[in-house]
């Protein structure tokens, strides 16, 4: 995927439209919760069950792509973040196309639940550069759910961009994509296999601790967790030592949710060389330093630390290989 260029003045001729005909520009949200909970799912675009593989690629149009993937928390404890996410994150691509990266970016979209509680736990779109992005923006589905419990299925959400996602990027230039988690809650303790089977199809040998899994997920990500103002677990010390532990300074509190698509525009622009939008590193979001210091992953994490020499010989993809016949892809 990534075929295509990215109109401003389409999006815009688009969402002028459905204002004057008084259409909800996430309607499809809206019309799913009227539905009988038991028949709640994710748009056929988005279902991740049975998705061999989400591709970032190089084209004509997009000689040299950059993958971002920006997922996020629709659960209850995120409040109304949700719903302002879906209006901001529309603007994205022009901030990321005006910030003179050297590369273009290809996005993808997605919504996070609870594997042990909602209907939908987990959405994943396609890597876009045309407005189909903004197509499967408007798909999700905002279920408000969640367990209650104070964590939420962000690591099955990582399983999938490990086992799931290839990119040119990665693997004909070595150079890692970005990762932006967006929520306000701790992972489950463990990826649970009978999770990643009912939710993805897949079958994994056994359970996978969060830190191994992170640890994997780094090797060809850039991975970030955003927690927004607003949220239910803003200012939770708990949550702040979950996420630096995993991600050191990829754990960025964001004190006005507004502020969350020029600070991924701009972490994006800080690692690729670009010049970003000038809004975040002005004003920095509270950034928890980790290893690596402020400037991000020049070393090793606490995590892949912890995970150990056999991250190394059984990464996700090798994991998930374990259980298939002859070793599928």
């Not at 309607?27 to 038991?38: E, I, K, L, N, T």
């Not at 993958?67 to 949700?82: E, H, K, W």
């Not at 419990?149 to 230039?173: C, I, N």
Request: charged share 20%; aromatic share 8%; hydrophobic share 40%.
């Amino acid at each position: 995927m990534g075929h295509g260029r990215w109109d401003d003045n389409t999006w815009a001729a688009a969402a002028s439209y459905r204002r004057a005909r008084g259409i909800d520009d996430f309607q499809a949200s809206g019309d799913m919760h009227r539905r009988p909970r038991q028949l709640w799912a994710a748009d056929p675009a988005l279902e991740p069950k049975g998705v061999s593989v989400r591709e970032s690629r190089d084209s004509a149009d997009h000689p040299i792509s950059v993958p971002i993937a920006v997922l996020f928390d629709v659960t209850g404890s995120m409040g109304r973040v949700p719903r302002i996410l879906q209006q901001q994150l529309a603007t994205l691509h022009g901030l990321l196309k005006g910030a003179g990266l050297p590369a273009e970016p290809q996005v993808m979209f997605g919504g996070i639940g609870d594997a042990e509680t909602d209907q939908v736990p987990l959405q994943v779109g396609q890597f876009e550069s045309d407005n189909r992005m903004d197509d499967q923006l408007r798909a999700l589905f905002l279920e408000g759910g969640g367990g209650g419990q104070k964590s939420e299925s962000y690591e099955l959400a990582g399983y999938f961009m490990g086992a799931h996602v290839s990119t040119d990027s990665w693997e004909q230039r070595g150079e890692k994509g970005f990762l932006f988690l967006i929520g306000d809650e701790l992972n489950k303790s463990v990826l649970s296999p009978a999770a990643v089977r009912e939710v993805l199809g897949d079958e994994i040998p056994r359970p996978v601790p969060v830190a191994r899994l992170y640890a994997d997920l780094q090797q060809r990500w850039h991975v970030f967790f955003l927690l927004p103002a607003g949220t239910s677990y803003y200012n939770d010390r708990e949550i702040a030592r979950h996420w630096t532990s995993l991600l050191g300074d990829g754990f960025i509190k964001v004190p006005d949710v507004e502020q969350v698509v020029p600070t991924i525009v701009d972490l994006v622009a800080e690692r690729t060389g670009a010049a970003g939008t000038g809004s975040v590193f002005g004003t920095r979001p509270e950034a928890h330093a980790g290893n690596g210091g402020a400037t991000g992953f020049t070393g090793t994490t606490t995590a892949a630390r912890q995970a150990g020499t056999d991250l190394v010989h059984h990464p996700l993809r090798t994991l998930r290989r374990l259980a298939l016949p002859g070793g599928a892809r």
